[in-house]
């Protein structure tokens, strides 16, 4: 289909708000919109970098129709371009009217973090007028994903993780269990070890970054998948569970492609775009199910997870709307809120709300409800109840935009700053904390922004190459004057003058930076001279180094104390990176560890400087957990876990034959919990495993108590392999019980 006509829009110059960093949309009046392919920035609030991407206009848009969009995703090294430049998508994209979006996803971090919030910046720039392009009609009804290899990863990962923004996705080779793809590319060389073993610290961020653990959100998503039975790269361990965990929920949206031609063989973007033509995402299903292991991905169409009552375990929960009454069941969860505006049911008269079976709550009359669970001395859940307000919370508290862990600080805007003893070091080789931030400014300027390529330094500079300005030609699509992160001197700051707005990552320690030493008393770890405390583990040396996330306490200096903050402050004394030489291995890889961001750090590393980690499978990455001491998360307090779980005992059964059943519970916002122990009489401590069985004629005095699970791993560095184990957890208190097995009795 030809067509020579242009497209005329008249659209007011308007002034529209960018939330960048020094940057604002340009107000441009469009008369006359030329469609085609075009190169297009959006500023990055992160950084305040210009990160592209192409889109292609049709022939036939029209500003008072709204069009689907479709958003490409490339594999691992690839870059945007031009997304229609064949004849056939030409035709189809100008018969349907439909815009295509080639993204850039950037550091190719598999489509997470900053790869993810590049496809919604994208979508935002769509739909608001700026200097490449005016303000584009959207049908946020009709917006498909489509993307092969590291791109089928993220059709995967964001059509699970947000099942009602997207109609349609079609992943292609992607990978969605980390038990295949951590050991394929990330794990040690010498001693390959999963499934066996898998870092515990990084355990529950690979699973967040496993989309086969969320299949169960995509009940409402149609999902075309492609792959090949000898593909090697991301082989079909990866797309069963997801086919299976689809037919198990009963979907009826799905279809497959299976082919024998290798990686990324039979993925067709013809089959594709027939598989998007007319189908739009479901607006307000009757049902709505949501799993979940992180609070930043907590929502779906009317249903949004609040509290978790366990971290890094799997929340689930499932909501049913029907005439005036919802059922909602739930699963290590303890608040949530129903959007009443968009949810199915009657809502005019009222509602009833059932909540795992307990008895119904009469929902108050309100946009948005907020149900939370009650809960005993024992921590059980007890009841619920419902407010049209969320309840107010003057602690700090984890929740979306405020959970962790480490790499959630590099998703909105950061500021670099280094220590300087005072202002007698400054940017110069002999002050370590400005060597740390620099050469973490430059692995973030390449990977995330300057797209170097296969360069190698020139002699005069192979050992300060990491020094700006660089000695390598930028990548493609690099504006002339890209902005870059560079590190500032804590002597530029005084405690009014800190940028509060932004997180701060800080580099030193409380000796060298003075904003580490004014935040300490306030931080989760307890810091001094060259020394870090982790609950009862002290590490003291020169070597002793460590970085973590944590609420920004002078964000809330700056609100006057009003609670929460909304900002990170992130603590780094040294940089724990694979340390890649470019004379090596070029400068293409520079700061490649940032690929991994999402899923190599958990809230808190302390780490030994002298430790030299073994490589891994993928060069010329290095296994970093080789070098740690000590890691893990903090609890839903922002602090060290130091509560005990609870024990509780109940008797069934006819005597004299009697049943003890023992119950744990840890306290809202741990860990959960590791053990429950009991001891009969003067025998020695024993593990529960199933109910005791008690057969006796008098009465016998049973001891129990529970372990949890702290959040914390323990490492020994000076051993290869280096494994972390759990810590010891925290142990309850020994609760004694007298059980009458011949009236079946018991008490305390």
């Known amino acids: 289909m030809k067509h020579s006509k242009r497209i005329h829009l008249t659209v007011s110059a308007l002034l529209v708000h960018v939330a960048s960093v020094g940057s604002l949309a340009v107000s441009c009046a469009y008369e006359v919109v030329q469609p085609g392919n075009r190169l297009c920035y959006y500023t990055s609030p992160v950084d305040g970098t210009e990160q592209p991407y192409h889109i292609y206009i049709p022939r036939t848009y029209d500003p008072d129709l709204p069009s689907p969009v479709v958003l490409s995703m490339h594999g691992f090294g690839g870059r945007t ?49 700026t200097r490449h392009h005016p303000a584009l009609n959207v049908d946020q009804s009709r917006i498909y994903i489509e993307g092969c290899s590291m791109g089928g990863h993220g059709a995967f990962r964001e059509g699970f993780r947000y099942p009602d923004r997207f109609a349609a ?3 292609g080779a992607g990978w969605t269990t980390y038990k295949e793809f951590y050991d394929h590319w990330y794990d040690a060389t010498a001693t390959p070890n999963l499934p066996q073993y898998v870092d515990p610290a990084r355990r529950s961020v690979l699973e967040t970054a496993s989309s086969a653990l969320q299949t169960e959100n995509a009940r409402w998503v149609w999902t075309f998948t492609t792959f090949d039975r000898n593909d090697s790269v991301n082989p079909p361990v990866n797309h069963n569970p997801v086919i299976e965990g689809l037919r198990k929920i009963g979907s009826d949206r799905y279809a497959m492609r299976v082919g024998e031609r290798g990686h990324c063989g039979s993925y067709c973007v013809r089959c594709n775009w027939q598989f998007f033509h007319g189908k739009k995402a479901e607006a307000t299903p009757a049902t709505v199910v949501y799993t979940t292991n992180d609070l930043r991905y907590n929502r779906a169409y009317w249903v949004t997870i609040g509290r978790m009552r366990y971290l890094n375990q799997w929340a689930r929960i499932e909501a049913s709307a029907q005439g005036e009454v919802m059922r909602v069941r739930t699963d290590n969860v303890l608040a949530f809120s129903l959007d009443m505006r968009t949810c199915p049911g009657e809502t005019a008269s009222g509602v009833r709300l059932l909540v795992d079976e307990a008895s119904a709550i009469h929902l108050p009359r309100a946009p948005e409800v907020h149900v939370e669970a009650l809960l005993d001395a024992r921590h059980q859940v007890i009841g619920w109840r419902a407010s049209a307000t969320l309840p107010s919370a003057a602690e700090v508290r984890k929740r979306p935009g405020l959970s962790g862990p480490i790499s959630d600080a590099f998703r909105s805007r950061f500021v670099v700053v280094y220590g300087t003893r005072g202002g007698f070091l400054g940017a110069a080789e002999n002050n370590p904390d400005w060597v740390a931030a620099q050469k973490f400014s430059t692995e973030w300027n390449n990977w995330t922004s300057l797209h170097w390529g296969g360069e190698k330094p020139a002699a005069n500079r192979k050992e300060n190459w990491w020094i700006p300005p660089y000695p390598f030609r930028p990548g493609a699509y690099v504006p002339a004057n890209q902005p870059l992160v560079q590190p ?12 509060c707005d932004a997180n701060l990552i800080l580099f030193g320690d409380v000796d060298t930076n003075w904003i580490i030493a004014q935040a300490a008393p306030r931080l989760p770890l307890e810091l001094a001279s060259c020394q870090v405390r982790v609950r009862e583990r002290v590490y003291r040396g020169r070597y002793v180094n460590y970085f973590f996330v944590a609420p920004s306490p002078f964000a809330a200096v700056k609100e006057e104390n009003r609670m929460p903050p909304t900002r990170y402050v992130v603590v780094s004394r040294g940089y724990l990176s694979s340390d890649i030489d470019p004379s090596v291995y070029t400068a293409w890889n520079v700061g490649k560890d940032l690929e991994a961001l999402p899923f190599y750090w958990p809230d808190y590393v302390v780490w030994d400087a002298r430790s030299e980690p073994a490589p891994t499978v993928q060069t010329p990455l290095k296994y970093l957990p080789d070098a740690f001491l000590d890691a893990g998360f903090f609890d839903e307090n922002w602090q060290l876990d130091s509560d005990p779980p609870v024990t509780r005992a109940s008797i069934s059964g006819n005597p004299p034959l009697s049943k003890v059943t023992l119950e744990a519970a840890d306290a809202p916002g741990g860990f959960g919990v590791q053990a429950i122990e009991y001891k009969l009489g003067s025998e020695d401590w024993r593990r529960y495993e199933r109910p005791l069985e008690l057969q006796m004629r008098d009465r016998v005095e049973v001891r129990v108590r529970a372990i949890d699970n702290c959040g914390q791993f323990v490492y020994d560095a000076e051993k290869m392999p280096n494994r972390g184990v759990p810590a010891m957890g925290n142990m309850e208190a020994p609760q004694k019980f007298i059980i009458d097995a011949r009236k079946g009795r018991m008490w305390q």
């Open 488 to 499: 500032l001197p804590d002597t530029q700051f005084g405690v009014d003058t800190l940028p």
């Open 169 to 171: 996705i079609t992943p």
């Open 81 to 129: 371009h031009p997304p229609v430049e064949d004849p056939w998508r030409q035709n189809w994209a100008d018969s349907y009217r439909w815009i295509v979006v080639n993204l850039d996803g950037r550091g190719s971090q598999n489509w997470d973090d900053i790869g993810e919030d590049d496809l919604f910046f994208v979508l935002e720039d769509l739909t608001r007028t």
